[in-house]
């Protein structure tokens, strides 16, 4: 069962004097043993795993899959943006 390790967010930056969004995607992670195909629901849970000497799982044994979610924006060469306000509406 995949768990979200980052939600999407928007926040703001001054670079080069300009006002500029810093787009955090939002990502899922699996974390599956790839021996016994048990998933994992944190990588708190995966290493405790890992670290029980009762269980044979080893860190090569568990193998993390990401899925990043990275929203289209609206923007390009004919674009007329003077603010970026409502970028964050687009990713919430």
């Given at each position: ?38 998933e994992y629901m944190s990588d708190a849970e995966a290493m ?45």
């Open positions: 069962m995949p768990f979200v390790e980052t939600e999407a967010s928007v926040r703001y930056e001054i670079i080069d004097g300009k006002r500029v969004p810093v787009i955090t995607p939002k990502s899922e992670v699996t974390l599956t043993n790839t021996v016994t195909g048990k405790q795993d890992v670290q029980n000497p009762n269980s044979s799982t080893q860190s090569e044994h568990i193998r993390r899959d990401v899925k990043v979610t990275v929203e289209s924006l609206p923007i390009g060469t004919a674009s007329n943006i003077s603010d970026w306000r409502e970028v964050k509406n687009l990713v919430n």
